[in-house]
């Protein structure tokens, strides 16, 4: 009786922990694995833990902070990417991507490319990855909306390098802090 009473307690503690686990992943901070090459070399592509911040403000948001979104075109995909616009901004969208944002090939040759703009509407927001070449980003899928972002990176984790960081300092698995790079 008294090894049921123990299960039962148990039991119950864990699901309490599961749940506050739960709630402070969805709505506090979030710890996650990067994948893909759109953010390096501010990320890894691979064994790269993120540190996001879930309480923020869209007041707080700031060009060169790098964000983790949900993503426009997938709403079951995050993407972690660099604001390089806020609303009112003028932006000049990149004239090499495929995107139905630029000139088809004919205009390209005709306006040397370079002549496409896109004024930010409010609430919305510009992102690249910090590879270009390897980033599905605003130039893509246009502006960005804030609603859609759900955390602002504040460091990450490179888990494959061991324990101390290229500097020397011995951090813990080489923990470093994401910094805006536009101020």
């Known amino acids: 009786m008294e090894s049921l009473k123990f299960l039962k307690?148990?039991?119950?503690?864990?699901?309490?922990?599961?749940?506050?686990?739960?709630?402070?992943?969805?709505?506090?901070?979030?710890?996650?694995?990067?994948?893909?090459?759109?953010?390096?070399?501010?990320?890894?592509?691979t064994n790269d833990y993120i540190h996001g911040l879930k309480w923020f403000s869209y007041k707080d948001l700031d060009i060169g902070d790098v964000i983790i979104a949900i993503k426009p075109s997938d709403p079951n995909q995050?993407?972690?990417?660099?604001?390089?616009?806020?609303?009112?901004d003028i932006i000049l969208v990149d004239p090499s991507s495929s995107s139905p944002l630029t000139y088809n090939q004919t205009e390209i040759v005709k306006n040397d490319g370079f002549?496409?703009?896109?004024?930010?509407p409010k609430g919305?927001?510009?992102?690249?990855?910090?590879?270009?070449c390897h980033s599905l980003d605003s130039r893509s899928y246009s502006v960005l909306p804030m609603a859609l972002i759900k955390g602002k990176i504040i460091a990450a984790n490179s888990l494959n390098k061991g324990f101390i960081s290229e500097d020397g300092d011995l951090w813990f698995w080489n923990f470093r802090r994401i910094s805006n790079l536009f101020i």
Not at 9 to 23: D, M, Q, S
Request: hydrophobic fraction near 40%.
């Open 9 to 45: 307690t148990t039991l119950i503690w864990t699901l309490k922990a599961g749940c506050l686990i739960h709630l402070v992943n969805e709505n506090l901070y979030e710890f996650n694995e990067t994948r893909g090459e759109s953010m390096l070399p501010t990320l890894q592509s």
């Open 78 to 88: 995050r993407v972690c990417k660099r604001i390089t616009g806020m609303p009112g």
């Open 115 to 120: 002549n496409k703009f896109i004024k930010i």
């Open 124 to 132: 919305h927001v510009w992102v690249t990855g910090d590879n270009l």
